[in-house]
């Protein structure tokens, strides 16, 4: 079967988002899967690669509760194809970090990922539960219990980035897996005659 076409399109601002976004390419990077890296900066030169792509996995930092202004900027210069539905049966997910450990980072994937349903694309979940020992959650895989998308928390400082928390690196990488594994299942859905309802 053919590779199948994962991008990510991403924002960072103080090289957190950056990082993640290395860190996902490299664990969806498979003998299945061919990975591109696209900072919103450049997405404009871009698009086409996009428009071939799978499964586009988004990215942005979460200030103020939401992505990031120049995410922002990226999403509403989809509207200018947005009326074609380009992206239309797409596959899509989503990650986003902050420095707590709330910082309401899932108005941020609510956001993106209404963003990708605008676009009507299908929404892969994280799909990795917590993990639990005698009743009390761990500091393990999905430790800050999320299911829309990945959330990562993240220090505070521009200059040092600091290592990942272990666990947030474990679901990273869990979360790289289901990606590609989906979109593999899912292409060879697509590869088997099934169409989608045009509208």
Partial sequence: MKKV???????????HTERLARQLAGAMTTECSVVNLVD?????????????????????PTYFGNVSAEFKHF??????????????????AGFTLSSTSNGDKLNTLESIMLFACQHSMNWISLGILPRFLNNEQTEG?????????????????????????PGD???????????????????????????PVNS
Avoid at 169 to 195: D, N, P
Wanted: hydrophobic letters at 40%; a neutral charge; aromatic letters at 8%.
């Fill in 40 to 60: 919103v900066s450049r997405v404009s030169a871009c698009l086409d690669l996009l428009h071939d792509s799978d499964t586009i996995v988004f990215g942005s």
């Fill in 141 to 165: 895989q999905n430790r800050l219990a999320s299911y829309i998308g990945l959330m990562e928390q993240c220090d505070n400082g521009d200059s040092i980035i600091n290592t990942q928390h």
């Fill in 169 to 195: 690196l474990l679901t990273a990488e869990l979360f790289a897996r289901r990606i590609v594994e989906v979109t593999v299942r899912y292409k060879a859905g697509s590869s088997m005659g099934l169409q």
């Fill in 75 to 92: 999403m509403e210069l989809t509207g200018g194809f947005w009326y074609k539905q380009p992206w239309k049966d797409k596959l899509a």
């Fill in 5 to 15: 076409t994962i991008s990510i399109v991403y924002h960072s601002r103080g090289g």
